[in-house]
């Protein structure tokens, strides 16, 4: 049995990190570069970071921010934000990031996934799913719409069909994240996780909601998550990954520890 990863997220806007709820009302809260080598020498299994408006400003991710975060840490390191081209991955790639992860771009370009996943392989290519809960219709049938720009644009496509799709294309990993629970600390969103998890044979981060370690038990027991993505409970002090990791051991779920 893999062991479940925890992978601390470092949203990113100018350069600086940034946390909000359900992807709106953000505010800095401290230094990318600082908090990721804090997050690796404390037990991260991974860690993740977003330039969120990368994609809405049209422009490419902060490399010179990746570059440093990349110098400090030395555990699987993914990257996203602006990411629209094999050129813009190759660059991240370049830069230190082990791990790419297109989103926006994916959705108005799907086969810039098989293209990552031919010239870098499969294991490089995360996609990011921005998802919002929805009535269900012949349009979504799971009750579930991806959403892209940051949560800016509504695109009308139902998430379970795109995990498939993104499957079929070569993509190593998703990365899902519930709009709806985004930065609540009420929990991830269980139901959605496990539909996802449940109907595609990658890997699935569930992402959103983490309010205590138990939530993170949920998000890979009930949920069926391969890995849970945290950032509040984290970048407010509230736990350390030791602590959380302590928790889940505790609780029968296989994670690495080092102490």
């Known amino acids: 049995m893999l062991s479940k990863r925890v992978i601390p997220c470092l949203d990113v806007r100018d350069g600086k990190l940034t946390k909000g709820i359900k992807f709106k009302g953000n505010v800095e809260i401290g ?34 921010v990746v570059e440093k975060v990349a110098e400090t840490i030395f555990i699987p390191f993914s990257v996203g934000g602006g990411i629209a081209s094999l050129e813009d991955m190759r660059a991240a790639l370049l830069a230190g990031a082990e791990k790419v992860s297109v989103n926006s771009a994916a959705v108005k370009k799907p086969e810039i996934i098989s293209q990552g996943a031919e010239a870098f392989g499969s294991q490089c290519i995360v996609v990011g799913m921005d998802v919002l809960r929805v009535e ?3 349009q979504c049938p799971s009750g579930y719409e991806i959403v892209i720009h940051g949560g800016r644009r509504r695109m009308g496509m139902d998430a379970l069909w795109w995990a498939k799709e993104v499957q079929k294309l070569g993509a190593g990993e998703i990365c899902l994240n519930s709009i709806d629970a985004d930065g609540t600390r009420d929990g991830y969103e269980l139901k959605l996780t496990r539909l996802i998890a449940q109907n595609v044979r990658i890997p699935v981060i569930a992402s959103g909601g983490a309010g205590n370690p138990e939530h993170m038990v949920q998000a890979v027991t009930q949920g069926r998550a391969s890995a ?21 051991h505790q609780a029968g779920v296989k994670v690495r520890r080092t102490w």
């Not at 804090?38 to 860690?47: C, L, N």
């Not at 849970?228 to 889940?248: C, F, N, P, R, W």
Request: proline share 3%; aromatic share 12%.
């Open 31 to 64: 230094d990318p570069v600082e908090t990721a080598r804090h997050y690796y020498e404390h037990g991260a299994d991974e860690i993740v970071f977003y330039d969120i408006t990368a994609s809405a400003e049209a422009r490419g991710i902060m490399l010179q």
């Open 136 to 138: 269900k219709s012949p």
């Open 228 to 248: 849970a993505l945290i950032a509040s409970i984290v970048h407010y002090g509230e736990y350390t990954i030791q602590e959380v990791k302590d928790y889940m």
